[in-house]
Protein backbone atom coordinates (compact mmCIF):
# COMPACT_ATOMS: atom_id res chain seq x y z
CA UNK A 1 0.00 0.00 0.00
CA UNK A 2 2.57 2.30 -1.28
CA UNK A 3 0.15 4.47 -2.18
CA UNK A 4 -1.21 5.76 0.90
CA UNK A 5 1.60 8.08 2.09
CA UNK A 6 2.09 9.57 -1.32
CA UNK A 7 -1.86 10.57 -0.70
CA UNK A 8 -1.22 12.05 2.91
CA UNK A 9 1.93 14.48 1.38
CA UNK A 10 -0.88 15.34 -1.07
CA UNK A 11 -3.22 16.21 1.66
CA UNK A 12 -0.64 18.00 3.72
CA UNK A 13 0.16 19.77 0.73
CA UNK A 14 -2.89 20.86 -0.17
CA UNK A 15 -3.68 21.72 3.42
CA UNK A 16 -0.68 23.78 3.42
CA UNK A 17 -1.75 25.71 0.30
CA UNK A 18 -4.83 26.36 1.60
CA UNK A 19 -3.72 27.81 4.85
CA UNK A 20 -1.71 29.77 2.85
CA UNK A 21 -4.71 31.23 0.58
CA UNK A 22 -6.86 31.95 3.56
CA UNK A 23 -4.03 34.39 4.71
CA UNK A 24 -5.67 38.12 4.27
CA UNK A 25 -4.68 39.75 1.73
CA UNK A 26 -2.03 42.69 2.02
CA UNK A 27 -3.68 45.90 2.89
CA UNK A 28 -3.00 48.38 -0.27
CA UNK A 29 -1.54 51.13 0.72
CA UNK A 30 -3.55 54.20 -0.89
CA UNK A 31 -0.69 56.25 -2.19
CA UNK A 32 -2.43 59.40 -3.71
CA UNK A 33 -3.05 62.18 -1.06
CA UNK A 34 -6.89 63.37 -1.17
CA UNK A 35 -7.42 66.89 -1.46
CA UNK A 36 -7.33 69.03 1.48
CA UNK A 37 -11.21 69.27 2.45
CA UNK A 38 -12.39 72.42 1.36
CA UNK A 39 -14.92 74.98 3.39
CA UNK A 40 -17.02 77.32 1.38
CA UNK A 41 -18.27 79.82 4.70
CA UNK A 42 -19.49 83.47 4.93
CA UNK A 43 -19.39 85.81 7.39
CA UNK A 44 -18.35 89.43 8.26
CA UNK A 45 -14.35 90.85 8.92
CA UNK A 46 -14.20 91.46 12.70
CA UNK A 47 -10.44 92.79 12.31
CA UNK A 48 -6.90 91.96 11.19
CA UNK A 49 -4.39 90.34 13.40
CA UNK A 50 -0.54 90.11 12.29
CA UNK A 51 0.13 92.40 9.48
CA UNK A 52 -3.12 90.53 8.13
CA UNK A 53 -1.41 87.25 8.27
CA UNK A 54 -4.66 86.34 10.51
CA UNK A 55 -8.64 87.82 9.94
CA UNK A 56 -10.89 87.81 12.51
CA UNK A 57 -14.06 86.25 11.39
CA UNK A 58 -17.52 86.14 12.80
CA UNK A 59 -18.66 83.71 10.43
CA UNK A 60 -21.78 81.92 9.91
CA UNK A 61 -22.31 78.02 10.58
CA UNK A 62 -20.03 75.77 8.27
CA UNK A 63 -21.82 73.05 7.32
CA UNK A 64 -20.37 69.58 8.30
CA UNK A 65 -17.50 71.83 9.79
CA UNK A 66 -18.20 73.95 12.89
CA UNK A 67 -21.22 76.34 14.38
CA UNK A 68 -21.49 80.03 13.98
CA UNK A 69 -18.78 82.06 15.66
CA UNK A 70 -16.06 84.66 16.07
CA UNK A 71 -12.57 83.56 15.47
CA UNK A 72 -9.01 84.22 13.05
CA UNK A 73 -8.29 82.49 10.19
CA UNK A 74 -4.91 82.29 9.08
CA UNK A 75 -4.73 83.76 5.40
CA UNK A 76 -2.81 81.95 2.54
CA UNK A 77 -1.66 84.80 1.14
CA UNK A 78 -2.04 88.58 2.27
CA UNK A 79 -2.60 89.85 -0.68
CA UNK A 80 -6.11 88.17 -0.74
CA UNK A 81 -6.98 90.73 1.75
CA UNK A 82 -6.38 93.80 -0.36
CA UNK A 83 -9.77 95.52 -0.73
CA UNK A 84 -11.38 93.32 2.24
CA UNK A 85 -11.80 96.07 5.44
CA UNK A 86 -13.48 95.69 8.93
CA UNK A 87 -17.20 95.42 8.49
CA UNK A 88 -17.18 94.01 5.34
CA UNK A 89 -19.40 91.05 4.62
CA UNK A 90 -17.53 88.10 2.54
CA UNK A 91 -17.92 85.09 1.53
CA UNK A 92 -14.68 82.47 1.83
CA UNK A 93 -13.09 79.16 1.03
CA UNK A 94 -10.51 77.63 3.52
CA UNK A 95 -8.91 74.67 3.99
CA UNK A 96 -8.14 73.12 7.92
CA UNK A 97 -4.09 73.34 7.20
CA UNK A 98 -3.83 75.87 5.22
CA UNK A 99 -6.22 78.81 5.71
CA UNK A 100 -8.28 80.97 3.77
CA UNK A 101 -7.58 80.26 -0.33
CA UNK A 102 -9.67 82.84 -1.24
CA UNK A 103 -12.33 85.51 -0.24
CA UNK A 104 -14.43 87.99 -1.47
CA UNK A 105 -16.90 90.56 -0.55
CA UNK A 106 -20.43 90.00 -1.17
CA UNK A 107 -22.98 92.83 -2.15
CU1 LIG B 1 -15.19 78.75 13.79
Known amino acids: MKYIPLFLLMM???A??????EDPPAPVVE?????AQQ????GVVVGFIAEKKFVNIRHETIPGFMNAMTMPFEVKDSTLLRGIHEGDSIAFRFTVAGG???IEKRE
Not at 16 to 21: K, P
Not at 31 to 35: F, G, K, R
Not at 39 to 42: I, L, P, S
Open 12 to 14: LIL
Open 16 to 21: ACGQAS
Open 31 to 35: QEAAP
Open 39 to 42: YEAV
Open 100 to 102: IQA
